[in-house]
């Protein structure tokens, strides 16, 4: 019996919240956000940038998102189970500063876990783009995930985009500094260092990946652009749509289950002691609700495993930008007290990971092909060999961490387990628990010329 292309959609028929975010309903499918947009005349140019992310449930819920050279007439996405699609879908549509590109995303929930659906994309004059993805599947199965930082737009960044193609990661895991479109990184550039062009040719660079698995990303200090809103993320916030559930109204902060792997994305630039634009704008009401995530996740038994991304490094002997106490002082102390197993970082472009680590000491060694618990201590990873360009590895035994005063306090760098300056990528697969009751994550880095960086097999019994 053949399926309706409507029957696959949903279990039910799409919810009435759905088809307002669409437009399909009580709107115009225009809204503020950035700027205003208004619609225009017919463009012949294609959809592009196209990039997919989780909502909050990866089972059910996907956002879409491309961007058109400039305004377009009824831009749409057709979904459906098989090419023929069924479904037509309008967008929020957004524009951006010193842009003409306009950016549209569609918020797609019941839909159903491990299931293949088609969607394609087009505007009135213009061709059609197409794609696919696949929901999450419910049962616990194993998973890869790619985790990084520091992609910019470079040769070695669209190297690492075929990498994560080549390796079947699921999704992405971006910690941040996304595409450099503001150069000075401290929220106070100045109009010469900002190419905000630059993020429509990352989305373009991107797309082989993103069209096809979901981008989740975290802002760095790159992100901060001066001019784009109180905070500088309108321009970021233009571009990209995550799960709406975290610690503001913005798209900083948030979480998502995949399988038994609990991830929150957390804003460093809230807690960084080297930058201070931003310092202390969630404050008390982010960690709250850090905690509140960490107490729930660590409740859940079908929750094995905490992955925590964000950008400054807690732990990294890089000479470029080595340790933040800001993060330290704010949330060590959580990961410890709630276990979080893995805390990934960027900032540093290169890769380094710590020994366990507990209170700020080293716990236990975890070497380079060694298998670990988390049980006991969490392992710190700077993963921000994304692309953009490398920084030297000199500073392995004596490094130093940024105080509250902007100071640099020399520190022994005893809990450092492996480090490299190539550009590289971190993949995780992700094992249910066994029979005899132990989870197992198994990290393999990768440098974009394919070599391997680190191995390690984290467990957790308990």
Not at 111 to 140: C, I, N, Q, V
Request: hydrophobic share 35%; net charge negative.
């Amino acid at each position: 019996m053949t399926e309706s292309p409507h029957s696959g959609l949903a279990r039910t028929a799409p919810s009435r919240r759905t088809l307002l975010k669409a437009g399909l309903i009580g709107g115009t499918g225009v809204v503020a956000g950035p700027m205003l947009w208004t619609q225009a005349a017919r463009s012949a140019a294609p959809a592009t940038g196209v990039h997919l992310s989780y909502g909050s449930d990866p089972v059910s819920r996907m956002n879409v998102s491309w961007s058109t050279a400039g305004s377009v007439q009824a831009p749409r996405l057709d979904l459906g189970l098989t090419p023929d699609y069924g479904l037509t879908l309008r967008p929020e549509s957004v524009s951006s500063r010193r842009v003409d590109s306009v950016y549209h995303h569609v918020d797609l929930s019941d839909l159903r876990s491990g299931t293949r659906y088609y969607y394609r994309l087009s505007h009135d004059g213009g061709p059609a783009t197409r794609g696919s993805f696949t929901t999450a599947p419910p049962s616990e199965e194993p998973f890869r995930f790619a985790a990084f930082g520091d992609m910019g737009v470079a040769e070695d960044a669209a190297r690492n985009v075929n990498l994560i193609r080549r390796e079947g990661a699921e999704f992405a895991f971006v910690v941040g500094d996304i595409a450099y479109a503001d150069d000075g990184g401290m929220g106070t550039s100045r109009e010469s260092q900002q190419d905000f062009g630059l993020w429509d040719e990352f989305l373009t660079q991107i797309q082989p990946s993103s069209a096809a698995i979901p981008w989740m990303t975290t802002v760095g200090n790159h992100e901060m652009e001066n001019g784009n809103g109180e905070l500088g993320y309108d321009g970021y916030r233009a571009r990209f749509r995550h799960p709406d559930n975290g610690a503001s109204g913005g798209q900083e902060t948030y979480s998502f289950v995949r399988g038994n792997v609990a991830f929150i994305a957390l804003d460093g630039n809230d807690a960084t002691y080297e930058y201070t634009r931003n310092k202390g704008y969630l404050g008390a009401a982010g960690d709250s609700w850090l905690e509140l995530q960490l107490i729930a996740f660590r409740a859940r038994a079908d929750i094995d495993f905490i992955l925590v991304g964000f950008h400054q490094c807690a732990y990294c002997t890089n000479v470029a930008h080595a340790s933040d106490g800001g993060i330290r002082d704010r949330w060590e102390a959580l990961f410890d007290r709630y276990q979080v197993d893995v805390v990934i970082n960027g900032h540093n472009h290169c890769y380094e990971r710590t020994h366990l680590m507990r209170a700020g000491k080293p716990v236990q060694q975890a070497p380079r092909g060694s298998t670990v618990s988390t049980d006991e201590g969490t392992i710190y990873i700077t993963a921000g060999g994304g692309g953009a360009s490398a920084y030297p590895d000199i500073l392995p035994k004596l490094s130093y961490y940024t105080d509250e005063h902007g100071l640099k306090i020399p520190e022994v760098t005893d809990y450092r387990a492996v480090g490299d300056a190539t550009h590289s990528v971190a993949f995780f697969d992700a094992h249910p628990r066994d029979a005899e009751g132990r989870a197992r994550l198994d990290l393999e880095v990768i440098a974009s010329d394919g070599s391997k960086v680190d191995t390690l097999t984290i467990v957790r019994t308990r």
